[in-house]
């Protein structure tokens, strides 16, 4: 009986030493894990800003009737095309037609007066010479003539500044584009100072874009963008940066910045909803891996290195990333495979059944 209960501890502890043996070794080399690969590869790593806004023309003319008045004429409707110079709307009222007569007729009234303030003057200054009037009679006229004239400039003037009322009555083009506002029609009653019509040039379309404030150090003047518009998705237009706003939005914490297409949209509307990428870096032949297989612990950033067909923790050093990309400065080389989105449960040495991406 002795010899055995001497032998049951020493197997007992061989079973137990067994036991964790068998552990350790599915727990690290036992076991293989299924595990999509990628291979470390250099690349071009573009750095660009993300921003969301509008489609908005730079050259805008919202037209307004600077005088109450009846329409009378309406040259151009809402959505068509207008050059510059064109009527689109003619009111009629009686006052400034009044005015501009009675400018007239007393412009020629006072034309005949200063005329005869003038011969008056020169048949004085004659009979003064020959001593036939005194010398107060001579100044008389000549102030009169003198007055006279002032006067007619001032009839002058009163008369272009009723040239220039009725002129009012007319709204016209400015430049050429389109009539995105006009909804007025003949007979219509307008009010001095309402909003009639709006001419915008379509080959002017910018977009405008909200920035947030911690990205506006990056942003220069001149730097490249991609634009994409919520109508067209499959859509990319070339733009650069060409204003800056230097203010900051208290409550959205966000700048505009306006971005000028290289070449003029014919499909775009003003009001679209855009969206932009503008670029600030672009690094040359980076050594780049997915962002999904970089983690993180105790600060040190770490990949799954596939290494004889095991796993091995390779801590690296990252430098810059974009939205799916992020480049890795030391720690691994071209052409080593890693990971692409491993789990949190990988052990260093476990066996790797490598498969390829997007395959399960």
Request: glycine fraction near 6%; hydrophobic fraction near 40%; charge should be positive.
């Amino acid at each position: 009986m002795q010899p055995l209960q001497k032998f049951l501890p020493k197997y007992s502890i061989a079973l137990a030493v067994v036991f964790i043996a068998t552990v350790i070794f599915l727990m690290t080399r036992g076991n293989k894990v299924d595990l999509e690969v990628v291979q470390v590869t250099n690349a071009e790593l573009v750095q660009a800003i993300y921003a969301t806004g509008f489609v908005e023309a730079d050259a805008v003319a919202n037209l307004s009737a600077e005088l109450s008045g009846t329409v009378s004429y309406v040259g151009a409707l809402e959505g068509q095309h207008v050059t510059a110079g064109q009527k689109i709307l003619q009111f009629s009222t009686p006052q400034p037609q009044l005015a501009l007569s009675q400018a007239r007729a007393a412009l020629a009234e006072q034309q005949a007066q200063t005329k005869d303030n003038q011969l008056r003057r020169i048949r004085k200054k004659n009979l003064f010479s020959e001593g036939g009037i005194s010398r107060q009679e001579l100044d008389d006229a000549e102030k009169n003539s003198t007055q006279g004239q002032e006067l007619l400039q001032q009839k002058a003037l009163q008369l272009k500044m009723r040239e220039d009322d009725l002129k009012k009555l007319t709204v016209s083009a400015p430049f050429s584009g389109i009539l995105t506002l006009q909804n007025v029609k003949e007979g219509d009653f307008v009010t001095a100072n309402s909003l009639v019509a709006r001419v915008v040039d379509p080959s002017s379309y910018m977009v405008t874009v909200e920035v947030d404030e911690l990205d506006i150090p990056r942003i220069r003047n001149g730097q490249a963008a991609t634009v994409a518009f919520d109508a067209y998705p499959d859509k990319r237009l070339s733009a650069v940066v060409s204003r800056i706003v230097p203010q900051t939005d208290r409550i959205t914490k966000t700048s505009k910045i306006y971005l000028t297409l290289d070449h003029p949209a014919v499909d775009i509307q003003a009001g679209m909803t855009a969206t932009a990428n503008i670029i600030y870096n672009i690094r040359q032949n980076a050594l780049l891996v997915r962002k999904s297989s970089v983690f993180e612990e105790n600060h040190q950033s770490y990949v799954w290195k596939i290494e004889k067909g095991r796993l091995k923790k390779e801590p690296v050093r990252i430098g810059a990333s974009d939205m799916t990309f992020v480049e890795v400065l030391q720690g691994i080389k071209k052409g080593d495979k890693i990971a692409l989105a491993p789990a949190k449960d990988l052990h260093e040495g476990t066996e790797v059944r490598i498969i390829s991406p997007g395959k399960s």
